[in-house]
């Protein structure tokens, strides 16, 4: 069974800093390019970062460019994402989603970020 479990998630105050994890298990993480999602209240899902399988590249949203840093450790078959310099905007459900290479995505429960003083 695929399973993609995030954490990490809490609440900061703006201009600080959290790591989330995504756990994976259940399908083979290392071929599988790995993309953090996140959807704020009342938006629909915005991409954030996408960390390929093999290069190890990385893309970013232009809103988190420079404040976050996607990495991976397929020998934990964990993603991560660093965010530094958070603000209100950041506020939202973050999402991992594993991008199968025959196709489909699978996709967390998701962890809740809130950025309020």
């Known amino acids: 069974e695929v399973q993609l479990v995030e954490s990490g998630g809490g609440l900061v105050q703006p201009g600080g800093s959290l790591r989330l994890s995504c756990a994976a298990s259940g399908f083979t993480f290392g071929i599988y390019d790995m993309s953090w999602v996140r959807q704020a209240p009342g938006k629909g899902p915005e991409w954030v970062s996408r960390?390929?399988?093999?290069?190890?590249?990385?893309y970013y949203a232009d809103s988190v460019k420079g404040r976050f840093t996607t990495t991976r450790d397929n020998a934990k078959n964990t993603l991560y994402l660093q965010m530094n310099s958070l603000k209100p905007e950041d506020t939202a459900l973050y999402y991992c989603?594993?991008?199968?290479?025959?196709?489909?995505?699978?996709r967390g429960q998701g962890t809740r970020v809130t950025v309020s003083s």
């Open positions: 960390i390929n399988s093999r290069s190890g590249n990385t």
């Open positions: 989603e594993a991008a199968n290479p025959r196709g489909g995505t699978y």
